[in-house]
């Protein structure tokens, strides 16, 4: 079964960088069938997707969002990571890492979650 | 970028009762890259549909998806007590803002 964890500091103070780590286990990240992406969810609020990454180092990131990530791979430690730069309080979110189907897009298997707040 | 438009924002019914939430596309999406996630309070959210009318492994039969185009549809035939959270709705790098369905 495969499993996803995040890891990484709960606290970052505004204007630093934020970093995660997302573990995989129970499956190769170097599929070829597969992206990997992460996505947050502020407190009370929706879904947003922050990037994609393959397995070769290809990678995809929202818009909104784009001049402050970067997605990176590790397959030999079988991680992908997340930088989110000059972080203010609107980035307090719970961070998800998942993995996605290449051929749709679809997120099939999820981490839990690891909350992040940006405080001084 | 495509965005999608989830209705209703809030849906109040009892168990038993069917519900049917909406997404609906800013421009006509491939059937094939609409899916729905369910997601309950402190829980990652979990894949229902796929390609928007397949169901994930493991997914009970009562949840069904159908749509095409611009407006797609996730449908609960008898609502269980566990039904209770929230939908959304995703298309490659978008989600839809979610339908809570909350029990009346």
Redesign the interface.
């Known amino acids: 079964q495969l499993q996803l964890q995040e890891s990484g500091p709960g606290l970052v103070k505004p204007s630093e960088t934020l970093s995660l780590t997302c573990t995989v286990s129970g499956g190769s990240i170097s599929s070829s069938s597969y992206y990997w992406g992460w ?1 947050r969810q502020p407190p009370g609020k ?4 922050i990037g ?1 990454i393959y397995y070769s180092g290809s990678t ?1 990131y ?2 909104s969002l784009k001049s402050r990530v970067t997605i990176s791979v590790d397959t030999s430690k079988n991680q992908f990571s997340l930088k989110l730069s000059s972080v203010t309080a609107a980035d307090t979110a719970v961070f ?1 890492c ?1 993995r996605a ?1 290449e ?6 298997y ?4 690891t909350l992040v707040t940006v405080s001084s | 970028e495509i965005v999608l438009t989830q209705s209703p924002g809030t849906l109040s019914l009892s168990p038993g009762e069917r519900a049917t939430l909406s997404c609906r596309a800013s421009q006509s999406v491939s059937s094939s890259y609409l899916a729905w996630y369910q997601q309950k309070p402190g829980q990652a959210p979990r894949l229902l549909i796929y390609g928007a009318s397949s169901r994930a492994t493991g997914i009970p039969d009562r949840f069904s998806g159908s749509g095409s185009g611009t407006d797609f549809t996730l449908t609960i035939s008898r609502l269980e007590p566990e039904d209770f959270a929230v939908y959304y709705c995703q298309q490659y790098g978008s989600f839809g803002q979610g339908t809570r369905l909350e029990i009346k």
Do not use: H, K, M, V
């Open positions: 996505i929706g879904l947003e997707w994609s995809y929202n818009p998800y998942a189907l051929f749709d897009g679809t997120f099939d999820w981490g839990q979650g």
